[in-house]
């Protein structure tokens, strides 16, 4: 069974960064495809990048260029590196998994998720 924590929110000041971390136990296969999702208050779920052996990378395109996502396939990490963070991009991160993804920036296609952890960027 697969499990994800995920780690290295908080908060920072306009432009800053972060990289997220999501630590994956269990047997993630290659049909696997690993995504970041996040959801501010009041605002529908929405998918940030995705990436893993089954299924593309794929990013937000309001988000490509700022965020980077990468995967350490030895260590099971996932990670998401934010640039020139904004106000707006403060949320509540989720790691998330799923099998043969069709669409990778879609939160219908996982099953697994993690508690997330929260990003706040102040003006």
């Known amino acids: 069974q697969v499990q994800l924590v995920e780690s290295g929110g908080g908060s920072v000041q306009t432009g800053g960064s972060l990289r997220l971390a999501c630590a994956a136990s269990?047997?993630?296969?290659?049909?696997?495809?690993m995504a970041w999702f996040r959801q501010a208050p009041g605002k529908k779920r929405e998918g940030v990048a995705a990436t893993g052996s089954g299924c593309s990378t794929s990013y937000a395109d309001s988000l490509r260029g700022r965020f980077t996502i990468s995967q350490d396939k030895e260590k099971n990490i996932l990670y998401l590196q934010m640039n020139s963070l904004q106000p707006e991009d403060t949320a509540m991160y989720y790691c998330?998994?799923?099998?043969?993804?069709?669409?990778?920036?879609?939160?219908?296609?996982?099953?697994?998720w993690g508690q997330g952890t929260q990003v706040t960027v102040s003006s």
């Open positions: 269990g047997d993630i296969d290659s049909s696997y495809c």
């Open positions: 998330a998994a799923g099998r043969w993804v069709g669409s990778p920036i879609d939160s219908h296609e996982y099953n697994i």
